[in-house]
């Protein structure tokens, strides 16, 4: 795409793009390839992976009736994909011509997409498409903990990520909250390419002067020296290296709390970030829960404690940043400016699980969340102190943590919660009992049998006769559905009432958005369904995917290396009166099963509570 062109007749496709294209899976390409003798034969590519004219397989889908109109976002994807020499050089030369899209415009579908979302719009589509296809490859932070690690490190005009990957911490740190965008922005990164990048994307999106250099910002001393006295330090460093350097740097000035151990790459990185900043800067580092506590790393702790240097270490709910299955911490680091400082004080808080949604879904409550953390820091960070909440937040003075551990982990260093007293438990043995009644009262009185005539849900017939069904893919294509994935760059996927949510990992944790759930912007993990109300009801939509067939059909079809592809989940084609009849009951079933959930939740706050009444004594055994 060399100067934002690329000829659309040398554009190819591969079998995964032109199903894109046609909102149907990967499969039917392949049964169009073997059915019509005049699908377009392959261009290049291998034999096990081939590639298609563009324009051949657009002429061709458009004769079927398959194709109506391509999107831009899909046109300029399609070019990235097909780039000569990959996808990445294309994103390269696609970024450097939407930076001079103002004086020289884009032609072609780049352009088109320009002009829709904006020049930076553009590239975020296309790069977080990039990235969200190969998540284990790239360290991402999603937007929203990006965003509240820049609105704990403040207004900074000197900004600096020495592990930035694509990028996305930074982008935070222009401008939010009200902030001043910052003058300068610095970044590191070990890969050449995913430097040039990040700095394209930040050179998009705002003013400030951009510098990303590659190389290890963490090995490379000679050259990173030359980024000193920044305002504030975002970073998300790797976590677990062995070989970080530890032999060859054995002697470097930077280790002023201590040379950290082997097993402690992570502490390496939280002095590398204090030696960048200027007396006085903050930064925020996203780290293992490990780190708090682990024995090879409690001298280092300790001597950051005593200088005054750690000032916050903050529990993020799981699902808050990759690792998704870990409880990532936020340690809050401020670089010691020489003068007399008041006794040392350092904050806690464990959102671990106080911000977590109730429904199970690993999906922190973000408002909830941001509230809290923010609240708490800006207190302490004004006052030195805070108020302090049993088992949530304290300001615990460092002299108490300087024992043989220095575990900084917050669940195991704030005071307890409040004890539970008779007249608490009596309460929620209400709210128990008065849930369990309501949760049997939704259990249906009796199950009868399907009428003779009608076919299992299990989209088979007696007798094995088959029942008419569709594919997710073939409705989106038809317009009964909108099919979107989550986390998708310049139009994400917003939910509204009525949509329903699947898991990208498999059918059974459908759900249908309430009025209360809507607003909610889904990650890359999440496909979003939206059904035409005129055509297909949410309710029958979300159970029969749920159904064990479609769960087993998603297993299947998935392998060690891919995620299930949604738009091959079937379900049967009913009309709108007989669909809404299945609906019902499956929203009865689904408001049993949350009702459920909430009678096991109140179940066990009861008998957690009541036993550890017991245990202090503010109740008796009777």
């Known amino acids: 795409?060399?100067?934002?062109?690329?000829?659309?007749?040398?554009?190819?496709?591969?079998?995964?793009?032109?199903?894109?294209?046609?909102?149907?899976?990967?499969?039917?390409?392949?049964?169009?390839?073997?059915?019509?003798?005049?699908?377009?034969?392959?261009?290049?590519?291998?034999?096990?992976?081939?590639?298609?004219?563009?324009?051949?397989?657009?002429?061709?889908?458009?004769?079927?009736?398959?194709?109506?109109?391509?999107?831009?976002?899909?046109?300029?994807?399609?070019?990235?994909?097909?780039?000569?020499?990959?996808?990445?050089?294309?994103?390269?030369?696609?970024?450097?011509?939407?930076?001079?899209?103002?004086?020289?415009?884009?032609?072609?579908?780049?352009?088109?997409?320009?002009?829709?979302?904006?020049?930076?719009?553009?590239?975020?589509?296309?790069?977080?498409?990039?990235?969200?296809?190969?998540?284990?490859?790239?360290?991402?932070?999603?937007?929203?903990?990006?965003?509240?690690?820049?609105?704990?490190?403040?207004?900074?005009?000197?900004?600096?990520?020495?592990?930035?990957?694509?990028?996305?911490?930074?982008?935070?740190?222009?401008?939010?909250?009200?902030?001043?965008?910052?003058?300068?922005?610095?970044?590191?990164?070990?890969?050449?390419?995913?430097?040039?990048?990040?700095?394209?994307?930040?050179?998009?999106?705002?003013?400030?002067a951009v510098h990303v250099r590659a190389g290890n910002a963490l090995r490379d001393v000679d050259t990173a020296r030359d980024v000193l006295d920044v305002d504030v330090v975002l970073c998300h460093p790797p976590f677990n290296e062995r070989d970080w350097g530890r032999d060859e740097l054995a002697y470097d000035p930077r280790w002023e709390y201590g040379l950290p151990a082997r097993t402690?790459?992570?502490?390496?990185?939280?002095?590398?970030?204090?030696?960048?900043?200027?007396?006085?800067?903050?930064?925020?580092?996203?780290?293992?829960?490990?780190?708090?506590?682990?024995?090879?790393?409690?001298?280092?702790?300790?001597?950051?404690?005593?200088?005054?240097?750690?000032?916050?270490?903050?529990?993020?709910?799981?699902?808050?940043?990759?690792?998704?299955?870990?409880?990532?911490?936020?340690?809050?680091?401020?670089?010691?400016?020489?003068?007399?400082?008041?006794?040392?004080?350092?904050?806690?808080?464990?959102?671990?699980?106080?911000?977590?949604?109730?429904?199970?879904?690993?999906?922190?409550?973000?408002?909830?969340?941001?509230?809290?953390?923010?609240?708490?820091?800006?207190?302490?960070d004004r006052d030195g102190t805070v108020p302090g909440e049993p088992g949530v937040s304290a300001a615990l003075a460092v002299i108490d943590l300087l024992d043989e551990d220095v575990d900084l982990a917050p669940a195991r260093c704030l005071p307890p919660a409040d004890r539970v007293g008779a007249e608490a438990l009596t309460r929620v043995r209400a709210d128990l009992d008065r849930t369990l009644r309501h949760t049997l009262h939704l259990v249906p009185t009796s199950v009868t049998s399907a009428p003779s005539g009608e076919p299992p849900a299990d989209g088979t017939g007696r007798g094995g006769t088959r029942r008419a069904g569709t594919t997710v893919g073939e409705l989106a294509r038809d317009g009964a559905l909108r099919l979107r994935p989550g986390g998708n760059g310049t139009e994400p996927a917003v939910t509204r009432p009525g949509d329903v949510v699947i898991p990208v990992l498999g059918p059974g944790g459908a759900r249908v958005v309430g009025p209360d759930d809507a607003g909610e912007t889904l990650d890359h993990r999440h496909w979003l369904l939206r059904p035409d109300p005129q055509v297909l009801d949410p309710w029958f939509v979300a159970g029969f995917l749920r159904g064990t067939a479609n769960t087993r059909r998603a297993a299947g079809h998935a392998s060690t290396a891919a995620r299930p592809d949604v738009r091959r989940l079937r379900l049967p084609r009913l009309p709108l009166d007989e669909q809404r009849r299945y609906g019902r009951r499956f929203r009865e079933l689904a408001a049993f099963e949350t009702a459920l959930r909430r009678a096991a939740e109140l179940g066990e706050e009861w008998v957690r509570g009541t036993r550890d009444a017991i245990v202090d004594g503010t109740v008796g055994p009777d």
């Open 1 to 208: 795409m060399g100067g934002g062109r690329m000829p659309d007749d040398t554009t190819e496709v591969t079998a995964t793009g032109i199903a894109r294209l046609a909102g149907v899976g990967r499969a039917a390409v392949g049964n169009w390839r073997r059915r019509h003798p005049d699908f377009p034969r392959p261009v290049g590519g291998t034999d096990t992976g081939p590639t298609f004219s563009l324009a051949e397989v657009e002429d061709w889908l458009r004769s079927q009736g398959k194709l109506t109109r391509v999107p831009p976002r899909e046109k300029a994807w399609q070019r990235i994909e097909s780039g000569p020499d990959g996808v990445r050089a294309a994103l390269v030369r696609a970024g450097e011509a939407l930076l001079r899209h103002a004086e020289d415009p884009v032609p072609g579908p780049l352009g088109e997409l320009a002009g829709e979302v904006g020049p930076f719009g553009a590239y975020s589509f296309l790069l977080g498409r990039h990235l969200a296809a190969r998540p284990r490859r790239f360290r991402t932070v999603p937007p929203e903990t990006a965003a509240l690690m820049a609105a704990v490190a403040g207004p900074a005009a000197r900004v600096l990520d020495p592990a930035c990957g694509p990028g996305g911490l930074l982008t935070a740190a222009e401008g939010p909250d009200g902030r001043p965008w910052p003058r300068e922005i610095h970044g590191w990164e070990t890969d050449p390419t995913l430097a040039r990048l990040a700095a394209l994307g930040l050179a998009l999106r705002g003013n400030a």
């Open 264 to 380: 402690e790459s992570e502490l390496a990185w939280v002095q590398h970030a204090l030696s960048r900043l200027r007396p006085g800067g903050t930064a925020v580092l996203l780290m293992p829960p490990a780190a708090a506590s682990r024995r090879t790393g409690r001298r280092i702790r300790a001597a950051l404690l005593r200088r005054g240097a750690l000032r916050a270490v903050i529990a993020l709910p799981a699902g808050a940043a990759p690792p998704h299955h870990l409880p990532l911490h936020l340690w809050v680091l401020r670089k010691p400016d020489g003068g007399p400082a008041p006794e040392p004080r350092l904050l806690v808080v464990d959102a671990s699980t106080r911000h977590r949604a109730a429904d199970g879904r690993r999906r922190p409550l973000w408002d909830e969340l941001r509230r809290t953390v923010l609240d708490a820091w800006r207190t302490f």
